[in-house]
Structures are given as structure tokens and as C-alpha cells.
């Protein structure tokens, strides 16, 4: 598979330029989003793509959100040529180590799901894994199985081919109830996932954009309608297995 990465980035100025450097032994192709971030950080996301020829710079002019920005970055690298995707944060939560892992795995199973999922040490904040286990309940339930380990982590590999089908067919989340809403909705598709564990930090003033004013609400709506969206395959099930006996 051609794989590249696809980094999302909103005013991460402090934080972005660790990332891509220790990409950049890798060679791989490396999509900047830029979301709309203010002058400083724009500043540092033009030095790094004149700095870097593997690096493409792509930019909204306001802030559209996560969700958003992962799409335009998908669509840029499938438009490169590219088949598949390492997503990582920009705020130095993963470890850039890592994303020779996530190639390994998305080139011994071409076309999978590869799914971060999280090794927390002692930085993360409770309320955050209490509302992570609450999503994977969810999910798990809009599955009908266990098979999305954690669907909220935001370092995993992207098959680009079925990911803009469902983009093409579907209306998705624009801000973080995006990302658990693909992983559903591929699981749906039929796309085999692929679970990996991998090492997730909270570093000392780190910048999260995650709002439980706004977030909240979006994944609960979320939640929801996949919630409703698995009712007929439900039945579909019960159908196949009925007439199998």
C-alpha cells in the first residue's frame, strides 16, 4: 500500500513541529491541516512545509473542526495517489514512534481499519476515561460487537478507498464525534478492524479542543442515530440466523 499521514492541527504551535520532525526520518508523505489556527501557528506550519518537501500544507480559512479537517486531509492524500493514512494528533498526546507500527500493520492487512487504542499512564484525567467507557459501550452496541476497541482514540490507519465511499454517501460529523462515527460506519461497511495498542498522554498544558458544552451534545446526537442505524441490521441478523437453522 502507498501510505502517507495525515496530521490535524488548530493552533498546536507550541506543539506541531516535534511531531513532524520526528517524522521525518520516515520519508512518508505528511499532510498538514491547518483549521483555521491563528498567525503564530500558521507561522510555524509554513516553516515546516518549506523546511520538509515530504510535507503538504492544506488550510481552512476559519476554524471547521476536527472531523472536517481529517476529511480534507483524506481526500488530498487519496488525490496524491495514496491508499492509506496514519492519522496522529498535533498536540503531542501520540508518540510519533509509534506510526511504524501502524504501517507494519496497515501493509500486513491492506485495506483494515487499524485502531489505536490507548495505554494511558497517570496524566489522563478520569473524567476522560469514564467517558470513554461510556462510548465504547455505545459503539459496541451500534456494532452489535466488540469489535471497535476504542473508538474515540485519534492515532489509527485509514483505508482511503472505502472511507470516502462512506464520505461520498453519508453526511458525517464535522468536529470529534467524527471519528467514532467512521469507525462505525466502516464496521458497517464490512471493512475488518485491526486493534492496536499504543502509548497516549496528556502532557503538562496541553492544548485540548475537546468542549463539553459543545462536544458532548454532538456525540450524544451521534450515539443516537447510530444507535437507530443499527435497529435494521439487527433485524437483518435475526433474519440470516433464522434461516440458517
Same mark, same amino acid.
Given at each position: 500500500?502507498?501510505?502517507?499521514?495525515?496530521?490535524?492541527?488548530?493552533?498546536?504551535?507550541?506543539?506541531?513541529?516535534?511531531?513532524?520532525?520526528?517524522?521525518?526520518?520516515?520519508?512518508?508523505?505528511?499532510?498538514?491541516?491547518?483549521?483555521?489556527?491563528?498567525?503564530?501557528?500558521?507561522?510555524?506550519?509554513?516553516?515546516?512545509?518549506?523546511?520538509?518537501?515530504?510535507?503538504?500544507?492544506?488550510?481552512?480559512?476559519?476554524?471547521?473542526?476536527?472531523?472536517?479537517?481529517?476529511?480534507?486531509?483524506?481526500?488530498?492524500?487519496?488525490?496524491?495517489?495514496?491508499?492509506?493514512?496514519?492519522?496522529?494528533?498535533?498536540?503531542?498526546?501520540?508518540?510519533?514512534?509509534?506510526?511504524?507500527?501502524?504501517?507494519?500493520?496497515?501493509?500486513?492487512?491492506?485495506?483494515?481499519?487499524?485502531?489505536?487504542?490507548?495505554?494511558?499512564?497517570?496524566?489522563?484525567?478520569? !473524567?476522560? @476515561? #469514564?467517558? +470513554?467507557?461510556?462510548?465504547?459501550? %455505545?459503539?459496541?452496541? *451500534?456494532? =452489535?460487537? /466488540?469489535?471497535?476497541?476504542?473508538?474515540?482514540?485519534?492515532?489509527?490507519?485509514?483505508?482511503?478507498?472505502?472511507?470516502?465511499?462512506?464520505?461520498?454517501?453519508?453526511?458525517?460529523?464535522?468536529?470529534?464525534?467524527?471519528?467514532?462515527?467512521?469507525?462505525?460506519?466502516?464496521?458497517?461497511?464490512?471493512?475488518?478492524?485491526?486493534?492496536?495498542?499504543?502509548?497516549?498522554?496528556?502532557?503538562?498544558?496541553?492544548?485540548?479542543?475537546?468542549?463539553?458544552?459543545?462536544?458532548?451534545?454532538?456525540? !450524544?446526537? @451521534? #450515539?443516537? +442515530?447510530?444507535?437507530?442505524?443499527? %435497529?435494521?441490521?439487527? *433485524?437483518? =441478523?435475526? /433474519?440470516?440466523?433464522?434461516?440458517?437453522?
Amino acid at each position: 500500500m502507498r501510505l502517507g499521514v495525515v496530521i490535524p492541527c488548530y493552533d498546536h504551535g507550541r506543539t506541531v513541529a516535534a511531531v513532524v520532525e520526528a517524522l521525518a526520518p520516515s520519508a512518508l508523505p505528511c499532510l498538514l491541516v491547518d483549521d483555521g489556527s491563528a498567525a503564530e501557528t500558521r507561522a510555524v506550519l509554513d516553516a515546516l512545509a518549506a523546511r520538509h518537501a515530504s510535507v503538504t500544507l492544506l488550510r481552512h480559512a476559519t476554524n471547521r473542526g476536527k472531523g472536517a479537517s481529517l476529511k480534507t486531509g483524506y481526500r488530498a492524500a487519496a488525490a496524491q495517489g495514496l491508499e492509506g493514512v496514519i492519522q496522529l494528533d498535533a498536540d503531542g498526546q501520540h508518540d510519533p514512534a509509534d506510526v511504524k507500527r501502524f504501517v507494519d500493520a496497515m501493509q500486513a492487512h491492506p485495506g483494515a481499519l487499524v485502531l489505536g487504542v490507548p495505554v494511558f499512564d497517570a496524566s489522563v484525567p478520569r !473524567a476522560r @476515561l #469514564y467517558a +470513554r467507557q461510556l462510548s465504547r459501550g %455505545l459503539v459496541w452496541l *451500534a456494532c =452489535l460487537s /466488540r469489535v471497535v476497541p476504542d473508538p474515540l482514540c485519534g492515532f489509527r490507519g485509514i483505508p482511503l478507498a472505502p472511507t470516502l465511499r462512506v464520505l461520498a454517501g453519508v453526511a458525517t460529523g464535522e468536529r470529534m464525534e467524527f471519528e467514532p462515527e467512521l469507525a462505525v460506519r466502516l464496521v458497517w461497511e464490512g471493512v475488518p478492524v485491526v486493534a492496536l495498542p499504543t502509548r497516549v498522554v496528556y502532557p503538562p498544558g496541553g492544548l485540548s479542543h475537546f468542549s463539553l458544552a459543545r462536544d458532548y451534545p454532538l456525540l !450524544a446526537s @451521534l #450515539y443516537v +442515530r447510530l444507535a437507530l442505524g443499527m %435497529l435494521p441490521r439487527a *433485524a437483518a =441478523l435475526r /433474519r440470516r440466523a433464522r434461516a440458517a437453522r
